[in-house]
């Protein structure tokens, strides 16, 4: 009875080592040419995602390199801030052929942002409707940042035909320590 069994439990281990040598489980040629097949599609799929990234990084690289051309072409450094801004006015109030009356300027923290700060000028000025008008014109058409938030107007002055116009405007500073 003991022969028997060891007999057995020995014949099962013959079977059992005929199968493995004789079907290798997940070597055969069909299930390795399955395997190289998923793979190559993992590859394709990993490459087409390298490229997409690759196209990313250059659309970044290019928006920054866009976004320094804009700071630096309508964005004032804050140390010049304040004059540059009078300065644009001033020319445009010269060109225009508007009077300047008095001006004030005031600053906020733009909240989120390290880097910038907003000035606020208001300043009145006064003139024929049609040099008002230029004038509007040309801030708009300004190249530095100007953003006509209000404009208020007064009744004409008796017997010149002058308006005086009360104009808000905003605008941005550049305030990072590189400007500095």
């Known amino acids: 009875m003991l022969l028997r069994g060891i007999i057995g439990v020995l014949?099962?281990?013959?079977?059992?080592?005929?199968?493995?040598?004789?079907?290798?489980f997940g070597g055969g040629a069909d299930d390795l040419q399955r395997q190289e097949a998923s793979l190559q599609q993992q590859l394709s799929a990993m490459r087409k995602r390298i490229e997409g990234d690759k196209a990313l990084v250059d659309k970044m690289q290019k928006a920054r390199k866009d976004r320094d051309d804009f700071l630096a072409k309508y964005v004032a450094d804050e140390r010049l801030g304040a004059s540059t801004i009078y300065e644009e006015?001033?020319?445009?109030?010269?060109?225009?052929?508007?009077?300047?009356?008095?001006v004030t300027f005031?600053?906020?923290?733009?909240?989120?942002?390290?880097?910038f700060k907003m000035y606020t000028v208001t300043e009145g000025y006064e003139g024929s409707y049609a040099s008002l008008?230029?004038?509007?014109?040309?801030?708009?058409?300004?190249p530095?940042?100007?953003?006509?938030?209000?404009?208020?107007?007064a009744a004409p002055q008796?017997?010149?035909?002058?308006?005086?116009?009360?104009?808000?405007?905003?605008?941005?500073?550049?305030?990072?320590?590189?400007?500095?």
């Open 11 to 24: 014949l099962l281990a013959n079977v059992a080592a005929a199968i493995i040598a004789f079907k290798p």
């Open 89 to 102: 006015l001033n020319r445009i109030a010269t060109e225009a052929g508007v009077k300047q009356l008095p």
């Open 106 to 115: 005031s600053q906020q923290d733009i909240e989120g942002s390290d880097t």
């Open 133 to 142: 008008t230029k004038f509007i014109s040309l801030v708009d058409k300004s």
């Open 144 to 153: 530095h940042f100007l953003i006509i938030e209000s404009l208020n107007t």
């Open 158 to 180: 008796q017997g010149t035909g002058a308006l005086n116009v009360q104009l808000k405007i905003d605008t941005f500073v550049n305030a990072s320590e590189e400007t500095r």
